[in-house]
């Protein structure tokens, strides 16, 4: 595998390995011995397999830990790395320049040129780090609250809703009414919503869950979002071909994995054509005036224009 990763692609240099889930000394030295040989890559060291730091999978990947449970869990794993790992080397190797993001003009853009909200919570917890750095980048106050137990902040010029588990938490969103309230009337009023995958769901007519029971969210798709048992997963790219509150004509990479579909009307204005790995093209990124709402995981640091778009759009709305 090591080999194989090493060699896939030219341009990449795999730097190091570690290992992981090593059975014995005896197995990672016979690991070492097999990379040594037939690769330039270093070897920095294997983590023992220990069930102490692992945790159960669920259809979405893993379990959410309780506090306690983290806190143990990140004592035990730091312990592991120390005794397991190259750390000198590894710190050595990892001091490289980072790659530039957006343009010197926005590093001079003093934070507060827009306000946005950023839902993050049980049910929304899935956010590229990259995403909420590149909009710092250019200019963004990112404003933190739950859609489970908040209002909208005050004085937002922009929404973000990522990813996360809304349909575990479907009746408890739909509970706090007087938050779907202030997302209709701040998309009213033109100020620019992103949402993404979890956030999709949330700005739909409501959630299905796999009872069969509706749940009504923000209704500003006329479409909701039904459970299935069959997951969609794929890395794409995406091309901006309407207007949105990203740059027209641009591309993205990002990814789609969701265990849910839309039931009833597709709006039709899209504002993406999304290019999946080994699949056909599709239309796709839901539009309605300045909302824009997809099941794809936009990565901005592949085409930083994307967070300096949404950032002048939110500014633009103020």
């Known amino acids: 595998m090591v080999k194989g990763f090493s060699e896939f692609d030219p341009e990449l240099r795999i730097a190091g ?20 040989s037939d690769t330039a890559v270093n070897v920095l060291g294997g983590i023992p397999n220990d069930p102490e730091v692992s945790f159960p999978e669920r259809h979405l990947g893993l379990v959410m830990p309780d506090e ?12 592991l790395i120390e005794e397991s790992v190259d750390l000198d ?12 993001v957006g343009t010197a003009e926005a590093a001079a853009r003093p934070p507060g040129r827009a306000r946005i909200g950023v839902v993050r919570d049980e049910a929304f917890c899935f956010y590229y780090q990259d995403n909420l750095d590149l909009l710092r980048t250019f200019g963004a106050e990112t404003v933190e609250f739950s859609a489970l137990r908040d ?42 919503i992103y ?56 591309v993205a990479r990002g990814h789609v994995f969701h265990y849910s579909e839309t039931v ?38 592949s085409n930083p224009a994307f967070a300096e778009s949404f950032v002048a759009a939110s500014s633009a709305s103020r």
């Open 17 to 36: 390995v570690v290992f992981n889930r090593v059975g014995s000394s005896t197995h990672l030295q016979w690991l070492t011995d097999a990379v040594r």
């Open 68 to 79: 306690d449970r983290t806190s143990s869990w990140i004592e035990r794993m730091a312990d």
């Open 89 to 100: 080397r590894l710190l050595e190797m990892s001091d490289v320049p980072l790659p530039r």
């Open 151 to 192: 209002q909208l902040p005050d004085d937002l010029d922009g929404l973000y809703i990522g990813g996360g588990y809304p349909e575990l938490l479907a009746a408890e969103l739909s509970a706090n009414s007087s938050l779907i309230e202030d997302v209709r009337q701040f998309a009213s009023t033109g100020h620019p």
């Open 195 to 250: 949402g993404e995958c979890g956030g999709l769901m949330y700005l739909s007519q409501g959630i299905e869950d796999a009872g069969g029971a509706r749940h009504p969210l923000c209704g500003l798709f006329p479409f909701w979002t039904r459970l299935t048992s069959k997951p969609t997963f794929a890395y794409v790219e995406v091309q901006t071909v309407g207007e949105s509150i990203f740059p027209r004509g641009d």
């Open 264 to 301: 009833g009307a597709i709006p039709s204005s899209c504002s993406y054509l999304v290019k999946p790995t080994h699949r056909e093209r599709f239309q796709e990124g839901f539009r309605r005036a300045n909302v824009l709402a997809s099941y794809v995981h936009l990565h901005f640091l």
